[in-house]
């Protein structure tokens, strides 16, 4: 068991969940309210220095009673540690969490990638937008368990929806680097990116 | 032209013989010159773009058919290599690279995933290019080995020295997409991405 655990008791007390250990890994479960204040803790005290955070994911079981979990992985580069910390959600209930983007700089992808698959939304994320799927994805999001394998609208609906949709407005102007240059494109590209320069988000489930 | 043609014409033999025979030979000068200068679009989204490259290079070496200057670019191309599977993000993507092509033009759907959606059968994968673009010659295999492609390129040759230019019928129309930004009917579509094989037993169980 990684001593991590046990410092951490120590300081957060009830915040804390069960901890076990899996494959050599330890696992330990934090509370969603004490999130933020856990991470920065492992990053920043001097015997923990977590400074690498390794991948954000989430799993959905298919056991309906169990719980929505989002899961840190994390490492700590000088001490050579790792820990895997789980956040805990209520399916049926909110399912937001607060984004760890201003601890890890390198969170903001991963936590686009939850939202995209499991619409899990992160607080205080700067920039929550899908990231695999298009924007304007409207069939929700495809690795939650009550999402059929091959989407909820027909094959020719989402073959139309494909096609309708303009490749240019999947990104900001300053992701396709062209934005100095926006004087310069053709008409027609000025046109279609003026149109499409962020999607529209679909309503949420 | 005609006129000369009809005065020429050998006794007891139709006006229309020599007519024919130099459209033949207009058909086969034309058709040669073009199956013969195939330029490529490579596609490559996956695994078949390998093989694709292992085709390209040195022991298979599609150069030998006259595909031996690769066009990166839509606009200097002639066929449209689809290697792999196409996610429904593609999808607008190869139908621009598709209406950017200048005619005479032709698609060829290398392997399961380009022409069926092959083991992908889930939401975000195109159940066969030919949803999106005519496809003129389906290779199968996962991935096809390049002997097969190359099979594919010489029935490809088959057909383009089949075509006529004197037909009535225009096969090389741009097939442009409906008032409904569809290549096919719906039904079609839908049809055409039913599931099958193994897949019909592929479920999500939640």
Not at chain 1, 71 to 99: C, F, H, I, M, W
Not at chain 1, 133 to 143: D, F, I, K, V
Not at chain 2, 97 to 113: E, H, L, N, T
Request: a negative charge; one cysteine or more.
């Amino acid at each position: 068991m990684n001593p991590s655990v046990d410092a951490l008791r120590a300081t957060f007390g009830p915040a804390i969940g069960r901890a076990l250990e899996s494959c050599g890994d330890t696992i330990v479960y934090v509370g969603r309210d004490a999130l933020l204040d856990v991470m920065a803790w492992l990053r920043d005290t001097p015997q923990q220095t977590y400074d690498y955070l390794v991948d954000i994911t989430a799993v959905e079981y298919r056991d309906r009673e169990r719980p929505l979990e989002v899961v840190y992985n994390l490492r700590s580069l000088t001490r050579r540690a790792d820990l895997r910390v789980k956040v805990e959600l209520d399916p049926q209930g909110d399912l937001t969490v607060d984004s760890v983007v201003s601890l890890w700089r390198g969170a903001d992808w991963l936590e686009r990638e939850v939202y995209d698959m499991f619409g899990i939304p992160f607080r205080g994320h700067p920039d929550l937008r899908r990231i695999l799927m298009w924007e304007t994805y409207a069939e929700g999001y495809p690795l939650r368990k009550d999402f059929p394998l091959r989407g909820r609208f027909s094959r020719a609906e989402q073959v139309r929806q494909a096609l309708a949709a303009q490749p240019e407005a999947h990104y900001s102007l300053e992701e396709l680097s062209i934005a100095e240059a926006y004087e310069e494109l053709p008409a027609d590209m000025k046109e279609r990116l003026r149109h499409g320069e962020r999607g529209r988000l679909p309503d949420s489930e | 032209m005609k006129r000369v043609i009809e005065s020429k014409a050998v006794a007891g033999q139709s006006p229309n013989y020599l007519l024919a025979k130099l459209q033949d030979l207009v058909d086969w000068a034309v058709n040669s010159s073009r199956a013969n200068s195939l330029w490529p679009m490579p596609f490559g989204t996956a695994c078949c773009a390998i093989e694709f490259m292992a085709t390209a290079a040195s022991r298979y070496d599609f150069a030998r058919f006259g595909m031996e200057r690769q066009a990166f670019s839509p606009r200097q191309a002639d066929v449209l290599i689809c290697a792999g599977r196409l996610p429904f993000k593609l999808a607008p993507v190869i139908r621009r690279i598709y209406d950017q092509m200048p005619q005479p033009k032709w698609v060829i759907s290398m392997g399961a995933c380009a022409s069926t959606g092959g083991i992908f059968d889930n939401y975000a994968m195109v159940q066969g290019i030919d949803t999106i673009v005519p496809v003129d010659v389906y290779v199968p295999g996962c991935p096809p080995r390049p002997e097969g492609l190359l099979y594919g390129v010489l029935l490809l040759h088959k057909k383009i020295k089949g075509e006529s230019l004197f037909d009535r019928v225009p096969r090389r129309d741009e097939q442009p997409l409906d008032d409904r930004g569809l290549r096919l009917p719906p039904e079609q579509i839908d049809e055409i991405s039913e599931p099958f094989g193994n897949s019909i037993h592929q479920f999500r169980s939640a």
